[in-house]
């Protein structure tokens, strides 16, 4: 899912939860374990290259932060320090797997586990995910 839609969905945990640090970041940062295939592929300061690999539906980048064992640990790290707060993270977090299990890219909920791999029915990068991030945002506003 595009990382505006990972923004607008921490906008609106942000906003019923009244602590929108936390949710903006649980909700967007999940996303930089995409950066580990880059520096493998020796791509990661060709923006080109990159790109073309990030639009790419066989060449998905979501590995250790996008697993449903990364969820507990990283959230109960977080709620060693402030409950509520952790809380925030788990939903933030929560809604990142909720929207890239949206999109037909390759989604291993167990990772590094490969043997339970989901895909969605909106197009990676396609027309449909670019409406469904405005839609995201109109929610936002109108809450």
Excluded: C, Q
């Amino acid at each position: 899912m595009y990382s505006t839609a990972h923004l607008a969905a921490g906008l609106i945990i942000g906003k019923l939860t009244g602590d929108y640090p936390t949710a903006i970041i649980s909700a967007v940062a999940i996303d930089i374990d995409h950066l580990v295939p880059y520096v493998k592929k020796r791509i990661i300061f060709d923006f080109k290259k990159m790109w073309h690999s990030a639009k790419s539906t066989h060449d998905s980048a979501r590995s250790f932060l996008h697993s449903f064992i990364s969820l507990p640990i990283l959230t109960g790290l977080v709620m060693l320090f402030s409950f509520k707060a952790g809380i925030v993270f788990g939903l933030g977090y929560l809604s990142h797997f909720l929207l890239d299990a949206l999109d037909d890219d390759d989604f291993y909920p167990l990772f590094p586990w490969k043997k339970f791999n989901t895909r969605g029915f909106i197009g990676y990068y396609s027309k449909a995910e670019f409406i469904f991030t405005v839609i995201l945002f109109i929610v936002y506003f109108l809450i």
